[in-house]
C-alpha cells in the first residue's frame, strides 16, 4: 500500500480534532520574548504612530517616592485615532496582523511583547475596554465599556508581575528620540516617574522643499517593482529636557527637590523618497500569504542626516540624548519605524517600510519573495543617497565657482576641502553588519543608477572622478594643472579612493600622460623643474619603460618659465667643482639652480647630458662684455681657467689661448690690456709698465703664461 493510500485512509475514517494551542508557553517563549531593549514601548510607540497619534505619555508608578523605588505599574497612553472593531478584534487574536498596507505591523504579534513584563493587561479606548486573564493556561479577554468620559486617550495598562527597575534616563531619552525622529505623526514624548516629568521631548518639522531630480538619474529599481516619484527634503528640531541623576549619590537618595534638568536641541535634515510600487498580481498574492497584507501602492523611504554646517556648529557638544541620531563617522542603521540591528553601510540612517524577520531586528533577505521585495526598496534607497550627494555638491561647486575667484585664501580651500570630505564620507559604504548584502546593495545602486561619473571636489573644482587624479606624493611639487584629490579630502577617504581605484576602476594614479599633459599646458619654475627631473629619475629607475616618443615629448614640452626654455635645448650641467655657479653659462646648460640636488650619474644616464666642459664655457664667456670692461668679472673668468687648466686637452688649451690673446681681458695696474701687453708683477724695470694686478697672482700664472703674459 501506497503512503498516498495510507494517507486516504486516515482521513476518511477517523473523526477530526483541531490543533490545541497551550497560550502559555507560546507566549511566553516565543511572542513576548523579543531580544531588543524597550521593545515594549517600540511596540505600542509604532501602535500610535500608526493611529496618527501626536502626543505619548508614559508613566512609571513605583512602590515608594524615591528613585531607586522598583516599578509596580506602566501606563501608557497616546492620543491617537480610538480603537474600532476590528481593532478590538486583532488584539485578541495571534498573529492577526493589520492588512492595512500604509502600516508597519505585519505579523500580529508586537501586542503580545506586553506579557514580558506583565500577565494581564488592559486595554481602554474610545469608551470600550478589554481585560486579558490567564484561566487554565489559555488566554482570554473580556471587552465592554468603560464608563470613560475621556475618550481623547488609548490607554495600556500593565501591572508588573514582578517590581522592576527604572529605565536609565538617559538611555531611555536615547531610544525615545530615535522613535520621534523617524515617526511621521508624533511630535511628543512624555515621560513620568510618578508624578515628576522625567523626560519630555517635542518635534517640530519644518516645510519641506522639493529636491531636484536630475533627468540623468534612473528613477526605477531593478526590476522596475519601484520609481521614485519624488524627493522632498525638511529640517526636524528635536528638543528633549530631561532629569539629570548625579553620578556621586545613591539612586535611593534622590527626592524630587534635587533634581537638575537638560535642555538641548538637535537640527536635522530628512530626505523623503516618494515610491510608485508596481508588482504583478502574482507577486502580490505571495507576499499577502506571507506577510498578510498587500504589498502598497505607494511607500516612502527616508534618509535622515545632519547638514555639514550644523555639524560644525555641534563641535562635539551634542547631548548624549541625539548621539545616535548623528551616526557620522560611523554606519547609520536601518529604520523599520524602529531602528534594528542591520546598519547601512553608509553613514546615513535609513527608514523604510521593507519587510523585517518576525521579531524587527533584521531585514528578510532570506524568503525568496520578501527577499526580492526588500533588495528592490534598498536599491532605490542607494539612488536616494546618490541624489543626496549630487545636490550637496552641485551647492559645493556653486560656492567653490563663486568664490575662489574672490578668496584664494588657504582657510577658503582648507574649508571647503573639508565640507566635501565630510559629504563624501556620508556616501562612503563599508561593510554593513550583521547582512554584508545590504551594504552592497546600496553601494551597487549608488553607483549604478546612472552613467553619469560621480563629481567630486579636485584641486581645480568639482569635476567627473574620472577627471581627477590620485596625488602622488613624489609628484605634488610640479603638478598643478592636472586635477588632483585634495590632500585633506584623500586623507579622510582613503577608503573610498582605494576602492575608487582598486574596485570600481573610475579613478587613477598620475600617470606620464599627465605629466605630459601638466607640461604641455604650462612653464615651470626652476624649483617645479627640479622636482619634476628629480620624479623622472626615480620614475625610470623603477623600471618603468618609456617609448622614444614619449621622452621626445617630455623634453620637448618641459619648458623653464624665465626664458620658456626647454629641456630639448640642454645639452650639459653644471660642475661647480668645475665651473662655479656665480658666473654666467650658456643657454644649453642646466640651471645649477635646477641640477645642484641631482646626481649627475643620473642627468647622463636618462638625459643623455654631460658636465660643461671648459673650453665650451671659455668660448660662451669670452664675448661677454665684461670680460674686457670689469677687472672682477675678468678676475674671476682667469681664476676658474687657471684652476681647471691642467686637465683638459692640449686642443683646448690652445682653443683658449686663441680666444684670449685676442681680448683686453688681462687685468693691469693701469687698466686691461691685451695679454702680450701686460707684465707680471715683479717685473719692475720701469715704473710705467702694465703689471697684472690679482689678489692672488701666483693662483693664475699658468693661464697668464699660457695667453703669453710677459715677464
Request: hydrophobic letters at 40%; aromatic letters at 10%; a negative charge.
Amino acid at each position: 500500500m501506497s503512503i498516498d493510500e495510507i494517507r486516504k485512509r486516515v482521513l476518511s475514517n477517523l473523526s477530526e480534532e483541531r490543533v490545541e494551542v497551550n497560550h502559555r508557553p507560546l507566549i511566553d517563549k516565543i511572542l513576548a520574548r523579543y531580544s531588543s531593549e524597550f521593545v515594549i514601548y517600540r511596540e505600542l510607540i509604532q501602535n500610535s504612530d500608526d493611529a496618527r497619534s501626536s502626543s505619548i505619555k508614559i508613566i512609571f508608578e513605583t512602590d515608594g517616592n524615591k528613585f531607586g523605588s522598583k516599578i509596580i505599574r506602566i501606563t501608557f497612553k497616546n492620543n491617537g485615532f480610538a480603537f474600532r472593531p476590528e481593532d478590538w478584534d486583532r488584539l485578541k487574536k495571534i498573529a492577526e496582523g493589520n492588512p492595512d498596507e500604509q502600516k508597519i505591523g505585519a505579523f500580529g504579534v508586537g501586542f503580545y511583547s506586553l506579557f514580558s513584563v506583565c500577565e494581564e493587561p488592559f486595554v481602554s479606548s474610545g469608551g470600550q475596554g478589554m481585560a486579558f486573564f490567564w484561566r487554565h493556561g489559555q488566554l482570554t479577554s473580556k471587552q465592554g465599556p468603560t464608563g470613560d468620559i475621556d475618550k481623547t486617550w488609548t490607554t495600556f495598562l500593565m501591572d508588573m508581575r514582578e517590581p522592576i527597575d527604572l529605565p536609565n534616563v538617559e538611555n531611555f531619552a536615547q531610544f525615545l528620540a530615535n522613535s520621534l525622529g523617524f515617526t511621521g505623526n508624533l511630535r511628543e514624548i512624555s515621560v513620568y516617574f510618578n508624578n515628576i516629568l522625567a523626560i519630555h521631548l517635542s518635534k517640530n518639522i519644518m516645510e519641506p522643499k522639493l529636491m531636484n531630480i536630475s533627468p540623468e538619474i534612473d528613477t526605477f529599481s531593478p526590476r522596475k517593482m519601484f520609481q521614485l516619484a519624488s524627493v522632498q527634503v525638511r529640517d526636524v528640531q528635536l528638543e528633549v529636557k530631561r532629569i539629570l541623576i548625579p553620578t556621586n549619590m545613591g539612586a535611593n537618595q534622590w527626592c524630587s527637590t534635587d533634581l537638575q534638568t537638560e535642555q538641548a536641541s538637535i537640527l536635522l535634515r530628512i530626505t523623503s523618497g516618494n515610491l510608485n510600487v508596481n508588482v504583478n498580481d502574482t507577486f502580490s498574492a505571495e507576499m499577502e500569504r506571507i506577510t498578510k497584507k498587500k504589498p502598497p501602492r505607494n511607500t516612502t523611504i527616508q534618509m535622515i542626516f545632519t547638514g555639514f554646517n550644523e555639524h560644525e556648529n555641534y563641535n562635539g557638544t551634542i547631548s548624549p540624548v541625539f548621539k545616535d541620531l548623528l551616526p557620522y563617522p560611523e554606519q547609520g542603521r536601518i529604520y523599520i519605524g524602529f531602528s534594528t540591528h542591520q546598519t547601512t553601510g553608509c553613514c546615513s540612517h535609513l527608514a523604510a517600510r521593507v519587510i523585517p524577520t518576525v521579531e524587527r531586528e533584521s531585514i528578510d533577505l532570506a524568503e525568496k519573495t520578501l527577499s526580492v521585495y526588500n533588495n528592490e526598496m534598498l536599491c532605490l534607497a542607494g539612488t536616494l543617497c546618490r541624489i543626496l550627494y549630487e545636490d550637496e555638491m552641485a551647492y559645493i561647486e556653486q560656492l567653490y565657482n563663486e568664490m575662489i575667484s574672490d578668496d584664494n585664501s588657504d582657510s577658503f580651500r582648507n574649508w571647503i576641502d573639508i565640507w566635501a570630505a565630510y559629504n563624501l564620507t556620508y556616501c562612503t559604504f563599508r561593510n554593513s553588519t550583521p547582512n554584508e548584502k545590504v551594504g552592497r546593495i546600496l553601494e551597487s545602486q549608488f553607483f549604478n543608477c546612472t552613467k553619469k561619473n560621480l563629481p567630486i571636489l579636485s584641486t581645480n573644482g568639482v569635476l567627473p572622478i574620472s577627471n581627477v587624479r590620485i596625488p602622488n606624493p613624489e609628484m605634488e611639487g610640479f603638478i598643478k594643472v592636472v586635477p588632483l584629490v585634495p590632500k585633506i579630502l584623500f586623507d579622510q577617504c582613503i577608503g573610498f579612493f582605494m576602492k575608487a581605484k582598486n574596485s570600481f576602476q573610475i579613478i587613477g594614479e598620475l600617470t606620464l600622460n599627465d605629466v605630459l599633459y601638466e607640461i604641455r599646458n604650462r612653464t615651470l619654475s626652476e624649483d617645479e623643474m627640479a622636482k619634476l627631473l628629480n620624479w623622472w629619475i626615480s620614475y625610470r629607475s623603477r623600471g618603468n619603460i618609456v617609448e622614444p616618443s614619449e621622452f621626445n615629448q617630455f623634453m620637448q614640452f618641459a619648458r623653464i618659465d624665465k626664458k620658456s626654455q626647454s629641456l630639448s635645448t640642454i645639452c650639459y650641467f653644471l660642475n661647480p667643482g668645475t665651473i662655479t655657479s656665480d658666473v654666467d653659462i650658456p643657454d644649453d646648460v642646466l640651471p645649477y639652480t635646477i641640477s645642484k640636488d641631482l646626481n649627475h650619474q643620473d642627468l647622463v644616464k636618462w638625459f643623455g647630458w654631460s658636465e660643461l666642459p671648459l673650453v665650451n664655457w671659455a668660448k660662451f664667456i669670452i664675448n661677454k662684455p665684461d670680460i674686457e670692461l670689469n677687472p672682477a668679472f675678468a678676475e674671476k673668468v682667469h681664476y676658474i681657467l687657471a684652476n681647471n687648466l691642467d686637465n683638459i686637452s692640449q686642443n683646448d688649451k690652445e682653443t683658449i689661448r686663441q680666444l684670449f690673446v685676442q681680448k683686453q681681458c688681462i687685468p693691469t695696474r693701469f687698466g686691461m690690456m691685451y695679454p702680450n701687453k701686460a707684465y707680471y708683477e715683479n717685473v719692475n724695470l720701469f715704473p710705467n709698465l702694465p703689471t697684472i694686478q690679482f689678489q692672488v697672482p701666483s693662483m693664475v700664472q699658468n693661464i697668464m703664461d699660457l695667453l703669453g703674459v710677459r715677464k
